[in-house]
């Protein structure tokens, strides 16, 4: 029948557009993987993934790339320490410290977080710090890593600054003294250690009438 015909025919190009959307799935598919691939490696810092992967209609967005840096003018040591009692005051679990030449790794945990913080010598008072925080494999949050950051800070700015040789204290210099011996008198004690009498007396607050003793200690400078 004429009518019959015309169903089945609507119904035939249905079934070819469904058979082309479903032949075209995959390529799409495959691009978008692509397109994730790709923006991974270029250190895309927001992508948007599309819900058609699950073949659903939410969107799912994450950061790739959000590891937060930092460079202090401080030593490797410094930083360091003040790296770990930042994470032990925000209470972030360490669980690994690796410690090479010119760099140390610390790992820690917290609720559903995983924290790598990286800090690298560049010199003997410069240190950079890279704080990665993420949840899973492609959520970060990078406000956390900023945190840390500035709790390292906090504590480096807590610390006293170095010690340069100025600020260096000389050691206190032993004064030449005289151990009385039996005979002596001040006069004879003083010429031989070629000061004046004077100055014998004012150094040990002698007078000229003073009497001294053997075994008596005097200053003689």
Excluded at 23 to 29: E, F, G, N, S
Aim: aromatic share 8%; net charge positive; hydrophobic share 35%.
């Amino acid at each position: 029948m004429p009518g019959e015909r015309r169903f089945g025919a609507c119904e035939q190009v249905f079934a070819d557009t469904f058979d082309q959307v479903h032949t075209m799935r995959k390529p799409i598919i495959v691009l978008l993987l692509s397109f994730g691939v790709l923006c991974f490696a270029s250190g895309c810092v927001h992508t948007v993934v599309v819900g058609i992967l699950t073949g659903c209609g939410e969107l799912f967005k994450y950061n790739m790339n959000n590891i937060a840096y930092r460079t202090f003018t401080e030593s490797h040591y410094n930083t360091t320490v003040a790296s770990t009692q930042a994470m032990k005051k925000m209470q972030l679990q360490i669980r690994q410290i690796d410690t090479y030449e010119k760099r140390t790794d610390i790992y820690a945990t917290a609720p559903e977080l995983k924290i790598e913080v990286g800090i690298e010598r560049i010199t003997e008072t410069t240190t950079r710090v890279s704080v990665n925080t993420y949840k899973g494999v492609l959520i970060k949050d990078k406000a956390t890593a900023d945190e840390i950051l500035s709790q390292i800070e906090s504590f480096l700015l807590q610390m006293p600054p170095p010690q340069t040789a100025r600020d260096e204290k000389a050691p206190p210099q032993k004064k030449r003294t005289y151990q009385v011996k039996k005979g002596d008198c001040p006069a004879t004690i003083a010429k031989s250690h070629n000061i004046s009498l004077n100055d014998l007396l004012g150094l040990n607050q002698l007078s000229h009438s003073s009497i001294i003793y053997p075994g008596q200690l005097l200053f003689l400078e």
